[in-house]
């Protein structure tokens, strides 16, 4: 059974950083793109980032560009996502996902969720 598990959210002033884990268990994590997508109340959810089962190719939505930064530690079974300089328009339900072959921005590609960590950005 495929399980992601997202940890790491919480509240946090503006200008300020989180990071946030995704742990992966049932599933060969490093032949997996992973991606982190976010979904705030009454909007669809949105792409925000994605990185390559070798972690050598990465991709970010423009809007998070230059603040955020994904990885991820196969040994460890991990992704990350390292948000600085965190925005009010950032606060949204995180989710990681995961993706057994070729490359997507779209969420519906993806074949396994996490539950989502709320993060929330104060102005």
């Known amino acids: 059974q495929v399980q992601l598990v997202e940890s790491g959210g919480g509240l946090m002033q503006a200008g300020g950083s989180l990071r946030l884990s995704c742990a992966a268990s049932?599933?060969?994590?490093?032949?997996?793109?992973m991606a982190w997508f976010r979904q705030a109340p009454g909007k669809e959810r949105e792409f925000v980032a994605t990185?390559?089962?070798?972690?050598?190719?990465?991709y970010y939505a423009d809007s998070v560009k230059g603040r955020f930064t994904i990885s991820r530690d196969n040994a460890k079974n991990t992704m990350y996502l390292q948000m600085n300089s965190l925005k009010p328009e950032d606060t949204a339900v995180y989710y990681c996902?995961?993706?057994?072959?070729?490359?997507?921005?779209?969420?519906?590609?993806?074949?396994?969720w996490g539950q989502g960590t709320q993060v929330t950005v104060s102005s």
């Open positions: 990185i390559s089962w070798s972690g050598g190719s990465t």
């Open positions: 996902a995961a993706l057994n072959t070729g490359y997507s921005t779209n969420w519906r590609a993806y074949s396994y």
């Open positions: 049932g599933l060969t994590f490093s032949t997996y793109r």
